[in-house]
């Protein structure tokens, strides 16, 4: 299996505070399954924000470090992108990692809400030929008051990403609820474990993906592996075909305006 989202990278965020414990994470992700992972610090506004420069050179001192220790598995560079208005202009400068170098781009949302110029920098990135793909989604209020929001974003090429935690029910009942429902409606592409330390239960992927077959089925969990691997190689992900989340009862709550 392949994680897309992990901070495993060693002393640069909130994740892994040193090279023991990045490697310790590594060991537990190589006994749950994961054969590759993508290592992505947070890129903030204000706070770390390492140049795809830099975090190539992180990634490969410390995969240097992973070989010296026998474990088996490959770390890729990237980034968590905190969204910003502007953010457009700081990739068409270089500036942004992306995952594995690819064009797929990995954005944060924050929590509370859903930022107005949300779509306005989907539509500047797909413009430039890269692909967002959206951060636990599921975790955001916005969107848990409205799943509909990533049933319009979807249809026009965002991809979403759920935390394996997050179906577990480790963020709570609205957070695995949101999730289960961005499942059952095939708006999500990708299950990540966005790991930030060891033994935490959301951090296994196998697990994750059971909880996604017992919701959705066995070709979803299939179409997830398949779509990580795809990503890292720069291809195109399987097509999916999502559907708008209709409350049970209800007509009312979609968002489905003009396209963007």
């Not at 560079?77 to 457009?88: M, Q, R, S, Y």
């Not at 095939?186 to 239960?201: E, V």
């Not at 691997?229 to 999916?240: G, H, I, K, Q």
Request: aromatic share 6%; proline share 6%; glycine share 10%.
């Amino acid at each position: 299996m392949i994680d897309i989202h992990s901070h495993i990278l060693p002393g640069i965020d909130d994740g892994a505070r040193d090279v023991a414990e990045g490697l310790e994470m590594a060991r537990e992700l190589v006994n749950w399954g994961v054969k590759k992972v993508i290592a992505t610090p947070h890129f903030l506004e204000n706070g770390p924000r390492l140049t795809p420069e830099e975090t190539r050179e992180k990634v490969g001192e410390f995969q240097e470090r992973i070989v010296s220790e026998k474990i088996n598995l490959e770390v890729l560079p990237g980034a968590e992108v905190f969204i910003t208005a502007d953010l457009g202009k700081k990739v068409d400068n270089g500036e942004v990692p992306t995952l594995n170098g690819t064009r797929y781009i990995l954005l944060e949302l924050p929590l509370e809400k859903v930022p107005a110029f949300a779509e306005h920098v989907f539509f500047d990135l797909k413009v430039m030929g890269y692909i967002p793909v959206l951060a636990h989604p599921e975790r955001n209020i916005g969107i848990q008051k409205n799943p509909n929001f990533l049933y319009r974003w979807t249809k026009y090429g965002v991809r979403v990403q759920i935390n394996s935690g997050s179906i577990m029910g480790v963020f709570g009942r609205k957070a695995r609820k949101t999730a289960k429902i961005i499942l059952r409606n095939r708006l999500g592409h990708f299950l990540a474990t966005d790991a930030h330390s060891r033994g935490k239960k959301g951090n296994c992927l196998v697990r994750g993906m059971e909880a996604v077959r017992r919701t959705a089925g066995k070709p979803l969990t299939r179409e997830f592996k398949e779509n990580s691997r795809m990503l890292v190689e720069n291809r195109e992900l399987l097509p999916s075909e999502p559907t708008p989340f209709v409350p049970s009862g209800k007509l009312t709550g979609l968002i489905l305006g003009k396209k963007f």
